[in-house]
């Protein structure tokens, strides 16, 4: 049975690569504003002619001024929508229920407006076994396809699947010999409907 450990955790807010990605680009911007702003201080340029032409407020230039050096912003957190949520999935977990739909759904009807994969994804991020799995390695692990496009691929004929997606039906073959099976009774009852 999967440990509940790491649900007694408080949600914490999580930065993703995304949002850092981004803070860093209007980082950037602002930097080369403050830059801007500066140069056209030195050349004399009024305060009101400077939030004309580099497109900022007064305050800002006036602060900026004040600072005597570039004002780096703290890394904003998010929070997430399921934080409400959060001691209902832990008692939910914590009574075995591991099903994720399941409280995904349960959740919903408690007026949880989130996706599924944020709920997905915070047990992902929050669990031991993810943590370990996210160690520094140079390859990605090989994600699985959802069930519709395996069955997507399993119904379509082998010629017409691109390479990529013959080493995911190849992928999905290895998996159980049972698959391997299924996969062969798909493609004969394709045949058979295609004749």
């Given at each position: 049975m999967?440990?509940?450990?790491?649900?007694?955790?408080r949600?914490?807010?999580?930065?993703?690569?995304?949002?850092?990605?981004?803070?860093?680009?209007?980082?950037?911007?602002?930097?080369a504003?403050?830059?801007?702003?500066?140069?056209?201080?030195?050349?004399?340029?009024?305060?009101?002619a400077i939030?004309?032409?580099?497109?900022?407020?007064?305050?800002t230039?006036?602060?900026?001024?004040?600072?005597?050096?570039?004002?780096?912003?703290?890394?904003?957190?998010?929070s997430?929508?399921?934080?409400?949520y959060?001691?209902?999935?832990?008692?939910?977990?914590?009574?075995?229920?591991?099903?994720?739909?399941?409280?995904?759904r349960?959740?919903?009807?408690?007026?949880?407006?989130?996706?599924y994969?944020?709920?997905?994804?915070r047990?992902?991020?929050?669990?031991?076994?993810?943590?370990?799995k996210?160690?520094?390695?140079?390859s990605?692990?090989?994600?699985?396809?959802?069930?519709?496009?395996?069955?997507?691929?399993?119904?379509?004929?082998?010629?017409?699947?691109?390479?990529?997606?013959?080493?995911t039906?190849?992928?999905?073959?290895?998996?159980?010999?049972?698959?391997?099976?299924?996969y062969?009774?798909v493609?004969?009852?394709?045949?058979?409907?295609?004749?």
């Amino acid at each position: 049975m999967p440990q509940a450990s790491f649900l007694s955790e408080r949600p914490r807010a999580t930065v993703s690569s995304q949002q850092v990605r981004i803070q860093q680009v209007h980082r950037e911007e602002r930097l080369a504003k403050y830059e801007q702003v500066l140069l056209l201080l030195k050349q004399g340029w009024s305060r009101r002619a400077i939030a004309d032409q580099v497109g900022i407020g007064l305050t800002t230039i006036q602060n900026w001024v004040l600072a005597g050096t570039f004002p780096e912003r703290k890394l904003r957190e998010q929070s997430s929508q399921l934080d409400p949520y959060w001691p209902s999935v832990q008692k939910r977990w914590s009574q075995g229920d591991h099903n994720l739909m399941g409280i995904f759904r349960e959740l919903q009807v408690q007026g949880y407006k989130g996706s599924y994969e944020n709920v997905r994804a915070r047990f992902v991020d929050a669990s031991p076994k993810s943590r370990r799995k996210q160690a520094p390695s140079t390859s990605r692990p090989s994600v699985l396809p959802s069930k519709r496009l395996a069955t997507f691929l399993f119904l379509r004929r082998p010629e017409e699947l691109s390479m990529e997606e013959q080493a995911t039906v190849i992928q999905l073959r290895h998996l159980h010999p049972d698959v391997d099976l299924a996969y062969l009774f798909v493609q004969q009852f394709a045949q058979m409907l295609r004749t």
